[in-house]
């Protein structure tokens, strides 16, 4: 079974602190998403990567930023979270042009 | 641009009854899949079912089956013999040939025992 999983299920953060969302697959997909998903607005994307060191932004990639050093890893960074950063983040990985694969997700709180 | 619409933010069934889950989406492509998804409460979100939209067939896994009208842009999901198990938050997605998916807005589905 593909694995996706994602460094912390809950995380509480500062306005203004710098945030690492850490996602890791293992199945070896090209492939990698962040989505943010907020009641009401359903799951949007953030970013996407198709391979190591490349990335592509997604419909709401404002406030954020990506890294993909090593192909089963793909990371989020809130360069200074702020209080509307306050949602679940879902991180998926997929082989064209088959279904995502979805990690559990983490459900940032910017205080 | 892509969209895809899910007009029924909360749906609810009697257990063992049968219940069917609206969306259309928007798209100029010809060829692209369509997904619904199941998000179980605090638990991971995973594919229910997919369909190609250059097959005419509705696709079928188990309970779980589509009315897919590639014309009016239509791709219901039904379910039958609903369980407890089914509760969940549902969303359905498009896909054109290329990386990005589309999610809709989700639907919330509540099973009465």
């Known amino acids: 079974d593909v694995k996706v999983t994602q460094s912390s299920r809950y995380l509480v953060k500062r306005t203004g602190e710098k945030v690492f969302l850490e996602c890791v697959q293992d199945m070896d997909h090209e492939n990698m998403f962040w989505y943010r998903q907020d009641p009401g607005l359903g799951l949007r994307l953030i970013y996407f990567s198709y391979d190591v060191k490349m990335k592509e932004k997604g419909d709401i990639p404002e406030g954020y930023s990506v890294s993909r050093e090593k192909k089963e890893r793909f990371s989020l960074i809130l360069e200074s979270a702020s209080t509307n950063q306050t949602s679940m983040y879902l991180c998926?990985?997929?082989?064209?042009?088959?279904?995502?694969?979805f990690g559990p997700g983490t459900r940032l709180t910017v205080l | 641009a892509q969209t895809v619409t899910q007009s029924q933010p909360e749906m609810s069934v009697q257990e063992a009854e049968t219940v069917t889950l609206s969306c259309t989406y928007d798209t100029s492509e010809s060829d692209y899949y369509l997904f619904w998804y199941k998000q179980p409460p605090s638990r991971q979100m995973i594919l229910v079912i997919r369909?190609?939209?250059?097959?005419?067939q509705n696709a079928t896994e188990n309970r779980f089956s589509v009315n897919f009208q590639k014309a009016a842009k239509s791709f219901s999901l039904k379910i039958s013999d609903s369980q407890l198990g089914d509760a969940a938050m549902y969303f359905c997605a498009q896909q054109p040939m290329g990386n990005q998916f589309y999610f809709g807005t989700g639907t919330s589905l509540t099973v009465i025992p």
């Open positions: 369909q190609e939209a250059y097959k005419q």
């Open positions: 998926a990985s997929s082989r064209l042009p088959h279904r995502q694969f």
